[in-house]
């Protein structure tokens, strides 16, 4: 039996775990305990995603959020070195670039534990990022580095990475074809959203680059305005926890073209993504995301992790809103990123 303990602390990193987890469920002689470090805390960022996911409940559950970069890793690592003492499996999985996805493998390489990276590779060259720092030092330790694309492949390889390293495609692309399947099946969302406009746009940001000072975001506020009147649609807003005051001192905050809303679920986020015309976003999931669902994305950042949506016509960046010629990305792969995941880690550990 293999067993791994898998490492979780962001709305992203639960959706992707989701997907695994049912393939692990799947595959004889994989057994999975999940370690949720907090850094999620809210119970709409958090909770729900466990519950509608029917994601396994963490068998570890820390509070672990607030402070600088630094306090927040290290607590994570103190917390999460205990557990590996503990449980003493045979390879940790880590998602991403989060704190939690740094700590968790910076644990277990210092106690000569194999480190599983989903989504190795990526990088945006912008190491102002928190997350740019993360996941290539997370590369760097790691064991098994399963890649969304061929150009993460490259990557790793331009800086002397070359063992272990699989394409499998993407495991969001797997999620999203779940969730299309279950939103097909549910006519509560139809319901739930009976209010929103025929055509809309989509919009979220929470990163802290764009959120740190009250003179950027309400630059990308403006900018939203904009793009909304140019399109003569109204923008569908779900407020992050960390972003009301900044909404509230915006200027942009009694336009008639905002519809702010509480945070989303996972299905509820699916849902307005297949209904909106255009998505605007800094995250770097949704603008895959919006490729899944074919909708034109945004990006509201000055770069992005994710070329592939840049280059086929999908997305573009707010400084340059301009689409490529729009072709199909095949580097994601067909929704089976899971079930090759969990069929490589049985037989490479």
Not at 7 to 34: D, H, M, N, V, Y
Not at 237 to 256: D, G, Q, T, Y
Not at 304 to 317: A, D, H, Q, R, V
């Amino acid at each position: 039996m293999t067993r791994i303990l898998t490492i979780l602390g962001a709305r992203p990193q639960f959706i992707k775990a989701a997907a695994l987890s049912r393939a692990f469920q799947k595959t004889q002689g994989i057994e999975e305990t999940i370690v949720h470090t907090g850094q999620h805390f809210d119970a709409n960022m958090s909770d729900i995603f466990f519950e509608e996911l029917h994601l396994p409940r963490p068998k570890y559950a820390f509070n672990i959020n607030g402070g600088t970069h630094g306090q927040m890793t290290g607590r994570m690592l103190e917390a999460i070195d205990d557990v590996l003492v503990s449980e003493k499996p045979e390879a940790v999985l880590v998602y991403g670039d989060t704190n939690s996805t740094l700590a968790g493998a910076l644990s277990a390489s210092k106690q000569q534990i194999p480190v599983i990276h989903i989504e190795a590779g990526l990088r945006s060259s912008n190491k102002a990022m928190p997350e740019e720092i993360n996941r290539i030092l997370t590369d760097h330790v790691s064991s098994l580095l399963f890649c969304p694309t061929s150009t993460a492949v490259g990557n790793l390889k331009n800086e002397g990475i070359e063992a272990g390293i699989h394409h499998v495609g993407d495991v969001m692309y797997d999620a999203t074809l779940y969730a299309i399947e279950h939103i097909k099946l549910h006519d509560t969302y139809k319901q739930k959203f009976s209010f929103l406009p025929q055509k809309f746009i989509f919009m979220t940001i929470h990163r802290a680059e764009s959120t740190q000072t009250q003179e950027i975001f309400s630059k990308l506020m403006s900018f939203a305005q904009e793009f909304s009147s140019e399109h003569n649609v109204e923008i569908i807003f779900p407020v992050h926890p960390r972003i009301k005051k900044l909404i509230a001192s915006c200027a942009s905050r009694s336009n008639k073209k905002f519809i702010f809303v509480d945070p989303l679920s996972y299905f509820e986020t699916q849902y307005c993504l297949s209904k909106a015309s255009h998505i605007l976003t800094d995250s770097g999931g949704l603008q895959k995301e919006a490729y899944f669902h074919r909708v034109p994305c945004v990006t509201l950042r000055n770069e992005t992790e994710w070329i592939e949506t840049i280059e086929y016509g999908w997305n573009c960046l707010w400084g340059d809103a301009k689409y490529c010629s729009r072709k199909n990305i095949l580097e994601y792969g067909d929704g089976q990123c899971a079930e090759k995941i969990a069929r490589i880690i049985k037989e490479e550990l």
